[in-house]
Nanobody, 128 residues
Framework: QVQLTESGGGSAQAGGSLKLSCKIS????????MGWARQAPEKAREAIAA???????FYADSVKERYTTSKDSGESILYLQMDNVNPEDTAMYYC??????????????????????WGQGTQVAVSS
């Protein structure tokens, strides 16, 4: 089992930036598909970014060209750089990890999906 611990959430003004981190408990689990999801109040959780074992990245249209995910394999940390944020980005952000080397479509990463582990989440609030 892998444990994921997010940090770096907080507040930002529209147009600003935030950077989230996710510590992966087991270094041997870094070279798998993992990424980020978010859940706004009264909305379903949606996967927004992923990075596979080879370092290829994938993004939802809502965050493409604004968010960047990356990983530091040596430190077992996954990052999410959020730039040019807007109030619609306000949500709880979750780190997730999948027992696959290549990434499935983001739409398949959701609570209840098999072999996907979740962190506890970190809150992001963006004001106008």
């Amino acid at each position: 089992q892998v444990q994921l611990t997010e940090s770096g959430g907080g507040s930002a003004q529209a147009g600003g930036s935030l950077k989230l981190s996710c510590k992966i408990s087991d270094p041997s689990k870094v070279e798998y598909c993992m990424g980020w999801a978010r859940q706004a109040p009264e909305k379903a959780r949606e996967a927004i970014a992923a990075i596979d074992a080879g370092g290829n990245t994938f993004y939802a249209d809502s965050v493409k060209e604004r968010y960047t995910t990356s990983k530091d394999s040596g430190e077992s940390i996954l990052y999410l750089q959020m730039d040019n944020v807007n109030p619609e980005d306000t949500a709880m952000y979750y780190c997730w990890w999948s027992y696959r080397r290549s990434c499935p479509p983001l739409s398949l990463i959701r609570p209840g999906a098999g072999n996907v582990y979740w962190g506890q989440g970190t809150q992001v609030a963006v004001s106008s």
